[in-house]
């Protein structure tokens, strides 16, 4: 059962887990549970730059061996969140999120999104982002979010 094995177990039992990510991307650190289950996401470290990473890993893909549908969404709402975070330094939640699909990601590819904000008008923040392999695009996201009270510490 998932629930019964530690998180620190999880992260190391699949083959290419520990894979180090490109020059210029740390581990995230701030991302909840769910996230640290499924991930590990990377973050780009330089200033301004919001861009998001995640190793295409086994347990991404489904029952034809590419990465699930699903969790492409999934790692686009987290990249487009950052974007979000990144403009209005206020926690959100997603409102409508559309992923349009137009490759096949594999296992073992470097997957990376590269979010930006469209628009703020209140608390209501509209964000995109395109998914690329490389210089290839297979995915984009796009997505509305409102923002919550609670501001930046």
Same mark, same amino acid.
């Given at each position: 059962?998932? +629930?019964?094995?530690? +998180?620190?177990? @999880?992260?190391?039992?699949?083959?290419?887990?520990?894979?180090?990510?490109?020059?210029? #991307?740390?581990?995230?650190?701030?991302?909840?549970?769910?996230?640290?289950?499924?991930?590990?996401?990377?973050?780009?470290?330089?200033? /301004?730059?919001?861009?998001?990473? @995640?190793?295409? $890993?086994?347990?991404?893909?489904?029952?034809?061996?590419?990465?699930?549908?699903?969790?492409?969404?999934?790692?686009?709402?987290?990249?487009?969140?950052? =974007?979000?975070?990144?403009?209005?330094?206020?926690?959100?939640?997603? @409102?409508?999120?559309?992923? +349009?699909? #137009?490759?096949?990601?594999?296992?073992?590819?470097?997957?990376?999104?590269?979010?930006?904000?469209?628009?703020?008008?209140?608390?209501?923040?509209?964000?995109?982002?395109? $998914?690329?392999? /490389?210089?290839? @695009?297979?995915?984009?996201?796009?997505?509305?979010?409102?923002? $919550?009270?609670? =501001?930046?510490?």
């Amino acid at each position: 059962m998932w +629930s019964s094995i530690p +998180s620190s177990e @999880l992260m190391t039992t699949e083959a290419g887990e520990g894979r180090e990510p490109p020059s210029g #991307f740390e581990v995230s650190r701030s991302r909840g549970p769910f996230t640290t289950r499924n991930g590990p996401v990377f973050r780009a470290t330089e200033t /301004g730059d919001l861009r998001s990473g @995640l190793w295409v $890993l086994e347990r991404h893909c489904n029952s034809m061996g590419f990465m699930h549908g699903g969790m492409v969404s999934s790692f686009a709402d987290g990249a487009l969140a950052w =974007a979000v975070w990144h403009a209005t330094r206020k926690m959100s939640v997603t @409102l409508k999120l559309t992923t +349009s699909y #137009f490759g096949t990601i594999r296992p073992g590819d470097w997957l990376e999104a590269h979010p930006a904000v469209i628009s703020v008008d209140g608390g209501v923040v509209h964000v995109g982002a395109d $998914l690329r392999v /490389g210089a290839d @695009l297979m995915a984009r996201g796009d997505a509305t979010f409102r923002t $919550l009270r609670r =501001a930046a510490k």
